[in-house]
């Protein structure tokens, strides 16, 4: 509640202020100092004589209205001194104003039976703070979810405003505020900013305030400052709200029996209840499994493990039994998608371990392979099938070709015919110091009691990671190039000396190498054997190659009429489109049939942690909280300053009449 006073001054003022009041009291019983003067007749000096009474020290005081108003005057002026007002209507403060609003999945909560959702709540506050913009003041509207959308350019339309927010509508992506920061700031401090007229460059800095309606489940904010941008947080949602959600659901093959699936799922808790929840496994819509999960007291997470047996093609749903007011976590999504094998070129000659490594039946389970010599880059048939994308995967071994092909490669040996990978000096006897076993490449794959006789370290072009580091630099990198990835060797299988050809390691006689090759094969040839897709996050962009080389392909989303894509130069095809939770049917060319499933899931913990923040956390600073906007205190003082100088004049003017009428 606002005070109605506020103190303005301290000790010393208060002290010489309040001494005005006797002072001029005091003044009206002083005796004046007159000189004698002899008159002939005191009948025109009447009112002389009265002031002469007045002024004796002895003579009782007589009414004086000049004395009131002068009283009145200093009474008035204490007052305005001590600030006196009242909370008043609750009003916009500033004349610029960027309405951010989230509207990501969380802000669809209901955190109580039949209320509105936190996004309704958001724009019913916006319209009132629209309202309360005077004349001449300005609006922008933007909504932020992994993105931000700017619904409506500056403006003094209030309507135009208004209409743009009511059309706000929730999607079910997670939450990042960054980049509407940025757009906020485009206004307030010098750089770009958008206007009806078009885009124009800030030259001085336009101090603005930035209302930022949200349940605050991002993350702290980092490298950007607010600078003549004020914000003002206002948290949406109640805290004892309480939410049970889906953070991972995927399906394998079972390592053990190669033909049949699993499927693994994590559900976590956030606040005090349930300690359990079930969980029903739907597979083409048919209830396949159930299972209870207990939640761990401590953290509130548990998990489940359903194994499916040999399963056909087919869509997977999970869904929690737990009544919310968060329920988009509540179901998750996946897929069994057809097999598909790779399609693998290898370029060798006399490499007998390697010809071994690819002619194990696991990799004939995965893989269509095709063995030729060096001489076959020379031929006809090579440059048309490396650049249509005839195949997944291209090894090189102890060769390199003119240009790179459309696909994945593999050098063993070879330095890739781009400038940005260089070879440095052949080195002798370099040892393996680190192997990254974290990468689908290198998983169980041990170099330890390997050694090398000569190798080349690798410099690799941006964004490479290294896979085999050694005591001279990096053995073994891989490297994005447009879509495809290129996996260096920086050392030979085999070498030849003085017309003598032997093996450079040992490392193909150990355990290690054939699943070595098998990494290869299956995560650069873009191996499925009929597992799930990997999900990905509502508004994504899924991106795959077509296994038929297809001019087209068709995409059904869960709900809404089916989409048409092309491909790229490299066969590669991208789809954006992906703001619906649930399963995605994708057909090629002009088959019925579909090829391939992918999911789309929330999998997000900070989205599913529903419990509104009461502050936003900065690098610089904590924004807390505020119910509402910002109060307009109702302040008095002002008044109180003009009817003191009313009384000023009044005095002046009956003091003027007093002594010259």
Not at 189 to 202: K, L, M, R, Y
Not at 356 to 375: H, W
Not at 512 to 540: A, D, H, T
Not at 544 to 560: D, K, L, N, Y
Request: aromatic residues 10%; negative net charge; contains cysteine.
């Amino acid at each position: 509640m606002t005070s109605l006073f506020i103190n303005t001054l301290g000790p010393l003022g208060w002290t010489l202020l309040t001494l005005v009041p006797p002072a001029i009291i005091a003044l009206y019983f002083l005796k004046l100092r007159r000189q004698p003067l002899e008159v002939p007749s005191t009948f025109l000096w009447s009112r002389t004589i009265e002031d002469l009474h007045v002024n004796s020290l002895w003579q009782k005081m007589r009414q004086s209205l000049l004395l009131l108003l002068q009283l009145l005057f200093v009474l008035l002026l204490i007052l305005a001194v001590l600030r006196p007002g009242m909370e008043g209507e609750q009003k916009l403060v500033g004349d610029r104003f960027v309405f951010l609003i989230d509207n990501s999945a969380s802000m669809g909560s209901k955190d109580a039976e039949g209320d509105q959702s936190r996004l309704d709540e958001a724009k019913a506050r916006v319209l009132e703070m629209i309202d309360q913009m005077d004349s001449g003041d300005v609006g922008m509207v933007v909504t932020f979810s992994d993105r931000a959308n700017v619904v409506q350019q500056f403006t003094d339309n209030q309507r135009v405003l208004a209409s743009k927010v009511r059309s706000i509508e929730a999607t079910e992506r997670t939450t990042d505020i960054l980049e509407a920061l940025r757009v906020a700031s485009g206004l307030a401090n010098p750089g770009q900013s958008s206007f009806e007229e078009g885009d124009i460059q800030v030259a001085e800095a336009k101090p603005a305030t930035a209302y930022i309606l949200s349940d605050g489940r991002f993350q702290t904010i980092t490298d950007f400052s607010f600078g003549n941008l004020q914000p003002v947080y206002i948290p949406l949602g109640t805290e004892a709200s309480s939410n049970v959600g889906i953070l991972a659901f995927s399906t394998q093959r079972n390592p053990d029996k190669d033909d049949q699936l699993q499927v693994f799922c994590r559900i976590a808790r956030f606040g005090s209840e349930p300690s359990e929840v079930t969980a029903n496994l739907y597979f083409n819509n048919e209830l396949l499994d159930v299972a209870r999960i207990a939640l761990d007291p401590d953290d509130g997470t548990g998990g489940a493990q359903f194994d499916l047996g040999s399963l056909d093609v087919g869509q997977l749903r999970l869904e929690i039994e737990h009544d919310d007011v968060f329920p988009a976590d509540n179901i998750a999504y996946a897929a069994i998608n057809p097999p598909e094998r790779a399609q693998v070129l290898i370029v060798s000659e006399g490499n007998d371990y390697l010809r071994f490594a690819l002619a194990t039946g696991e990799i004939r389970r995965i893989a269509d392979v095709k063995i030729v010599s060096p001489e076959y880059l020379n031929g006809e048939d090579y440059p048309k099938e490396a650049a249509s994308g005839r195949f997944d995967l291209i090894v090189y071994d102890n060769c390199v070709p003119k240009v790179m092909p459309e696909a994945n490669t593999v050098f063993f040996g070879g330095k890739p015919p781009i400038d940005e990978w260089v070879f440095q000096e052949e080195q002798v006897l370099p040892q393996v110091i680190d192997v990254a076993q974290s990468h689908p490449v290198m998983n169980f794959v041990n170099l330890g009691n390997v050694s090398i006789y000569k190798a080349n370290p690798i410099e690799a072009p941006p964004g490479a990671t290294v896979l085999i580091e050694s005591d001279q630099g990096a053995l073994m990198t891989i490297a994005p190039r447009k879509s495809f990835e290129d996996a260096v060797l920086g050392f030979s299988f085999l070498v030849t000396e003085e017309d003598k050809t032997f093996f450079n390691t040992e490392w193909t006689k150990r355990l290690s190498f054939p699943v070595f090759i098998k990494n290869l094969v299956e995560y650069l040839g873009g191996v499925r054997s009929g597992q799930g897709e990997m999900s990905i996050r509502p508004g994504e962009n899924y991106t795959f190659r077509s296994s038929g080389f297809a001019s087209e392909v068709h995409i059904r989303p869960p709900s809404g009429r089916v989409r048409t894509i092309v491909p790229t130069a490299d066969n590669l095809f991208s789809f954006g489109e992906t703001d619906q939770l649930g399963t995605y049917e994708v057909r090629e060319g002009s088959s019925d049939e579909v090829s391939r499933y992918f999911s789309v899931n929330i999998f997000d913990a900070e989205e599913s942690e529903i419990q509104p923040k009461l502050e936003i956390e900065t690098q610089w600073e904590t924004i807390q909280g505020q119910e509402t906007w910002l109060p307009m205190r109702q302040e008095y003082w002002k008044w109180l300053v003009v009817l003191a100088l009313i009384v000023l004049l009044i005095e002046w003017y009956i003091y003027n009449r007093r002594v010259y009428i």
